[in-house]
């Protein structure tokens, strides 16, 4: 079945601009995060969302950071007035939750989309 | 969440079972232990999880001790294509906790 989809794969901005990364979950995951991952960095979590719940946003680095999910489904990611620190691969995951609401189920990956900030 | 603390790197020749090692030793008794593998430029790609048990599925087992305090990833039959960086992450029940990665192993698989 379909993975996690997203887009683009790559994208090269200037500094300063703002720049809108796209994700999409797999169809019935309820949970989704976004996690970043720069050249020689572990993962760093970013945000997550679930359901109608207000996102968990305690990892987005600082207010340059957004992100929305429409209608339980797409997400996207906002950066505005980018810098060169962003630049980075940003990954998307779902996942499923259990019948109690607990984050057992195991997340699955996009490819991430690889950011270059000149 | 428990910290993990894996070998930075493991060379395994192919056709030979992989095993890599984790420890956990703060675990905690609502805390689950993942496995994810990164290939390169790739997205991470869940392998298995446990809590107690020993698991098994198509693509590794997952062997837990007793104690809980370490576990090993199995893979019985390795291929060039499962080099990669492995994962080994605890988490724990929480409502949506995240997954919090650290620096994994290095596996080389050798022809």
């Known amino acids: 079945g379909a993975g996690v989809s997203q887009s683009p794969s790559n994208k090269v901005t200037e500094k300063g601009k703002d720049v809108e990364l796209r994700c999409d979950p797999i169809?019935?995951?309820?949970?989704l995060y976004w996690y970043r991952q720069s050249l020689g960095q572990g993962l760093e979590f970013l945000i997550y969302?679930?359901?109608?719940?207000?996102p968990d946003k305690s990892g987005l680095p600082s207010d340059r950071f957004s992100a929305e999910r429409t209608g339980g489904s797409v997400s996207t990611l906002t950066i505005q007035r980018t810098q060169q620190e962003d630049s980075a691969v940003y990954l998307c995951?779902?996942?499923?939750?259990?019948?109690w609401g607990r984050g057992v189920q195991p997340q699955h990956f996009g490819d991430g989309t690889r950011l270059s900030i000149l | 969440d428990a910290k993990t603390t894996q070998p930075p790197s493991m060379d395994c020749a192919e056709g030979r079972a992989a095993n890599l090692p984790c420890n956990h030793s703060?675990?905690?008794?609502?805390?689950?232990v993942y496995w994810y593998r990164q290939i390169h430029s790739q997205g991470p790609q869940y392998i298995i999880h446990?809590?107690?048990n020993n698991e098994t599925n198509e693509m590794a087992s997952l062997i837990i001790t007793e104690d809980r305090k370490s576990s090993t990833l199995i893979l019985p039959h390795a291929t060039l294509r499962d080099t990669a960086v492995y994962y080994c992450?605890?988490?724990?029940?929480?409502?949506?906790?995240?997954?919090?990665f650290g620096a994994g192993t290095i596996l080389r698989v050798k022809s």
């Open positions: 969302f679930q359901g109608n719940s207000a």
């Open positions: 703060t675990i905690s008794g609502n805390e689950y």
């Open positions: 169809s019935g995951h309820t949970a």
């Open positions: 995951a779902s996942s499923l939750q259990d019948a």
């Open positions: 446990g809590l107690k």
């Open positions: 992450i605890v988490r724990a029940l929480e409502y949506g906790n995240k997954l919090v």
